[in-house]
């Protein structure tokens, strides 16, 4: 089992910056995958980023330039750096992980979804004026 807890979510306006983080515990050693993902209200979830255990990332094509994502093994905790937030980037973003490797893959969001053994209860982002 393996469990996950986003935190760094907040209200910052257009232009501005956020770092998400993910803490996992429990049996990570086996995750080869670390994604994020995010739901606006009234939308369907879509991928934005993940990382493989050998580092390969993939990105959304919104947010490719923007966003960041990244690991820190030694503490088990994930990382989105989010940058030149937008209204658009508005939504709940989710951490989840995975025992298969990602590739990369984020477009195929239903795919990447159903690939995912765990996933963390969510954090907020408002982007607003």
């Known amino acids: 089992q393996v469990q996950l807890m986003e935190s760094g979510g907040g209200s910052v306006q257009p232009g501005g910056s956020l770092r998400l983080s993910c803490a996992a515990s429990?049996?990570?050693?086996?995750?080869?995958?670390m994604a994020w993902f995010r739901q606006a209200p009234g939308k369907e979830r879509e991928g934005v980023a993940t990382i493989d255990s050998d580092g390969v990332t993939g990105y959304a094509d919104s947010v490719k330039g923007r966003f960041t994502i990244s690991q820190d093994k030694s503490t088990h905790t994930l990382f989105l750096q989010m940058n030149r937030l937008n209204t658009e980037d508005t939504a709940t973003y989710y951490c989840?992980?995975?025992?298969?490797?990602?590739?990369?893959?984020?477009?195929?969001?239903?795919?990447?979804?159903?690939?995912?053994?765990?996933w963390g209860k969510g954090t907020l982002v408002t982007i607003s004026s």
């Open positions: 989840a992980a995975t025992r298969f490797f990602c590739f990369g893959q984020v477009s195929d969001a239903s795919t990447l979804s159903r690939l995912m053994n765990y």
């Open positions: 429990g049996d990570t050693q086996n995750m080869d995958c």
